[in-house]
């Protein structure tokens, strides 16, 4: 027929054998990555990407235009919509106030520890991270959680007790508030059938009157 092209058979013999090798290549990547690199190098890597998001999260933490007053770090394994914590936030920052009588700004930051694998250990690194901050006084965590954090560091929270609270169940520890005793808390996803604690770490730094704010919110959850 006039005026169709047809390719030699050649060229559609080459065409084909080029496929063939970018699949047989893709086919070693593969072996490599899964096989090789990530098997002999995975918690290394892991490590560099927990690292990063630690990083980041400082950074970004540093250049933030407002810091808050106190940060409550709210670790659960269901996790905790960003738009739940952004509505904790709103409401501990509008009935909490300083000694002037000034409201003060109070950051609730989410962590959610659920998933396996990868996704739970960077997670548990994030947590830690964000432990380190100064300003992190209030934690509300899973019981399981505070008792890890206890084996390694005895004195990691303050009495409550000494602080002035009035402690719900004293039976239950000096240290710690069971989150069933925080009605807030349930207006804003509170995890149910998980065994939650709400704890003031103790900073060599913080002031009597951190302290006291961070009861003041403790105290306002409890309401």
Known sequence: ????????????????FKQ?????????????????????????????????TIIIYMIVSMVS???????????????????????LSAELSGAVTGPDGEPLIVDVTPVNLG????????????????????????????KQDIDLMLEDEPDTF?????????LPDPGLSRFFVDTRHCPKLDAFGR?????????????MSATPEQYETACDVLRYLMT
């Open 191 to 203: 995890p149910h059938g998980q065994d939650m604690r709400a704890g003031i770490v103790r900073r």
């Open 158 to 166: 303050m009495p409550l007790d000494e602080l002035g609270m009035d």
């Open 20 to 52: 063939l090798k970018e699949v047989k290549d893709f086919d070693g990547f593969k072996h490599w990555f899964t096989d090789v690199f990530w098997y002999h190098y995975k918690f290394p890597m892991l490590g560099v990407v927990a690292g990063l």
């Open 65 to 87: 235009n407002v810091r808050p007053d106190v940060t409550v770090l709210y670790a659960t394994q269901s996790g905790l919509y960003e738009e739940a914590a952004a509505g």
């Open 1 to 16: 027929m006039s005026g169709v092209y047809r390719a030699p058979k050649d060229v559609g013999f080459l065409w084909g």
């Open 115 to 142: 998933g396996e694998g990868e996704y739970a250990y960077i997670s548990r690194m994030k947590m830690m991270a964000i432990l380190s901050q100064q300003d992190v006084l209030l934690v509300i965590l899973d």
